[in-house]
T-cell receptor
Framework: DGGITQSPKYLFRKEGQNVTLSCEQN?????MYWYRQDPGQGLRLIYY???????QKGDIAEGYSVSREKKESFPLTVTSAQKNPTAFYLC???????????????????FGQGTRLTVV | KNQVEQSPQSLIILEGKNCTLQ??????????LRWYKQDTGRGPVSLTI?????NTKSNGRYTATLDADTKQSSLHITASQLSDSASYIC???????????FGRGTSLIVHP
């Protein structure tokens, strides 16, 4: 089946630890995104990547790091510098949005099932 | 101030009833607007997309409307079912931007 897979579904972290959340997609999408979701708030963008070996900070990148060594994979590391990491993390992918000639305006983001991270 | 505001924040209805969720946005220039359904503990799934020239679009029991002049959209659910219980998120894409703006969602609970 084509899709986007996040693992693990639940993750517990001790204070001061780094943890890595996995995100894999077999949709052949160029763009991948990491969002954080807290109760009562909209999704907030942490990092995004439009192409392999390139990524950009989103609105709340502090305390997080990513890599994009392969098109299919976009892991997120929550570092000890992230002071409030307990949240629901969502990974998404989409066809790369191109502006200018060959515009793709209505690309849908496909989401994984999320990882719930809890600090203990 | 969030550029995408949704109302109500939460809604409880009886099974079989209709309901309407609202989305007001200030994102400009406008490219498109999507409604997503997010079941508890799962990722959002797209229900419908609206572009500037579209006023109404249906997907089964879900009907979305868009008034680009007043920058308002609504999602109407007819003959609600228990499985409609979820969070409904309005997402607006700005023209020339890679990144969409998410509303905070409306939490819908359908009671038997």
């Amino acid at each position: 089946d084509g899709g986007i897979t996040q693992s693990p579904k639940y993750l517990f972290r001790k204070e001061g630890q780094n943890v890595t959340l996995s995100c894999e997609q077999n949709l052949n999408h160029d763009a991948m995104y990491w969002y954080r979701q807290d109760p009562g708030q909209g999704l907030r963008l942490i990092y995004y990547s439009q192409i392999v070996n390139d990524f950009q900070k989103g609105d709340i990148a502090e305390g997080y790091s990513v890599s994009r060594e392969k098109k299919e994979s976009f892991p997120l590391t929550v570092t000890s510098a992230q002071k409030n990491p307990t949240a629901f993390y969502l990974c998404a992918s989409s066809i790369k949005t191109v502006y200018g000639q060959g515009i793709l305006l209505n690309t849908e983001a496909f989401f994984g099932q999320g990882t719930r991270l809890t600090v203990v | 101030k969030n550029q995408v505001e949704q109302s109500p924040q939460s809604l409880i209805i009886l099974e079989g009833k209709n309901c309407t969720l609202q989305c007001n946005y200030t994102v400009s220039p406008f490219s498109n607007l999507r409604w997503y359904k997010q079941d508890t503990g799962r990722g959002p799934v797209s229900l419908t997309i609206m572009t500037f020239s579209e006023n109404t679009k249906s997907n089964g029991r879900y009907t979305a409307t868009l008034d680009a002049d007043t920058k308002q959209s609504s999602l109407h659910i007819t003959a609600s079912q228990l499985s409609d219980s979820a969070s409904y998120i309005c997402v607006v894409k700005k023209g020339g931007s890679y990144i969409p703006t998410f509303g905070r969602g409306t939490s819908l609970i359908v009671h038997p």
